[in-house]
């Protein structure tokens, strides 16, 4: 029997302890929208996040969900991509974590290039530990560990990805929800490391850059822009202060993923074996994995 | 209604500090609306609403984003509401405290509501309503 997928296939039980108002329920929406359209059911797809407010997304859906240490979502998202590259694996955390405490992971990825989806809900602060400036801040910026205005020049997030060699990078709005389930079904179809940067207020502790704030900025980029032009991308990837691109800024789809050059996984991937095993094993196979793996 | 009395009737209803926190207040609530109400039916608005309060309903999309929900509006409003700290709501939740606002922003929206109510003849007070995400719709039906 064929179950049509909904939205709704992906909502849980678990109360939902985000500010209301916070940019990350659209984020969520729009997750859920972009898989529907795609036809990616709970099973196929794995969310791993890390620490923050919106690394607790993987618990607000239905679907198979990691939280993993902060900053350490991508290596543990490649991993598991590794195990069984059938999954579609999305990452999903916020500025602090992907581009601070994960920065390393985050500019790896980017040269790597796993098949992975990486959705950074970019709020310019540490919202989950009461408001403290993130690599991302711009200068000036008054926060609990700033009170004279952060002196550290913000990271260009998007500069950084196409620099280290990203193959797919695209920034969103969370007041837009349809742009951003469009942008996220996109990146998830693109075969590489995507990274979706997708500019969310928190409402609660960043006061500068409010909804408002960025209506008043950001603007979609045409039909004429071509995202395969990295000159283009690059001119793109440093407009911040007045002006801020939202839409797919670059993409290759040239480039062979990470999975695709690790050999073994050319003959089926050890997951994909042991699933096969629990089935039909036959007598012995168990013993033989064993040798084989641990 | 000339744009001082309307934002006296703000005032009034939010019990707010000063004209200058109720014009704020105002133009924040105006603005999510012009996220929701399509452009095609903001000059409609024009003969009832202060011209000084247009400004901010012309900022409205051709197409306002069908995914635009409860929250998103709020946030608009809750972004300019200061922080005050209450429990986690979760057992064993991570957070120790958290931030709530949503009251102050939820009476934020009543007290422009109201005062839009008071203005707006029943078709065009019904036209904002059928445009308003659900639960805004409840709070505006209260107001």
Known sequence: MVTRLDPKTFDADAENTWCPGCGDFAI????KLALTELGIAPHE???????????????????????????????VATGAKLANPDLHVIVVDGDGDAYGIGGNHFMHSCRRNPNITHIVEDNQIYGLTKGQYSPTSDLGFVTTTSPDGA??????????ALAAGATFIARTFAGDP???AAVIAEAIKHRGYSLIDVLQPCVTFNRVNTYDWYRERVYKLGEDYDPTDRDSARARAHEWETRIPLGVIYRNDELQTYEDQVLPLQ???????????????????????????L | MDYETFLAGVQQRGRLGSREETAFVTA????????????AHVESFATMVPQEL???????????????????FLGWVLATVDVTGGRDKTEGGLDLFVAYSTDEAIDRCRCVFGTLKAVLD?????????????SIQQIYAES
Do not use: W
């Not at chain 1, 969520?28 to 997750?31: I, M, P, S």
């Open chain 1, 178 to 180: 349809k742009h951003m």
């Open chain 2, 28 to 39: 924040t609530v105006l603005r999510a609306v012009a996220e929701v109400l399509p452009m």
């Open chain 2, 54 to 72: 247009m400004v901010y309903l012309r900022g409205a999309h051709q197409e306002p984003d069908p995914y635009f929900d409860s929250n998103l």
């Open chain 2, 122 to 134: 029943g078709p065009q007070s019904e036209l904002l309503s059928i445009h308003l995400p659900e």
């Open chain 1, 28 to 31: 969520l929406r729009a997750l």
């Open chain 1, 45 to 75: 797809a794995l969310v791993v996040s890390g620490i923050g407010c919106g690394s607790k997304l993987p618990d607000y859906m239905h679907i198979n969900g990691y939280m993993t240490i902060h900053g350490r979502p991508l290596p």
């Open chain 1, 151 to 160: 002196i550290e020049r913000p990271l260009l997030p998007v500069a950084v």
């Open chain 1, 267 to 293: 003959a089926g991937s050890p997951l994909a074996s042991v699933l096969k095993l629990q089935k039909d094993p036959a007598p012995g196979q168990y013993e033989s994995l064993k040798e084989q793996f």
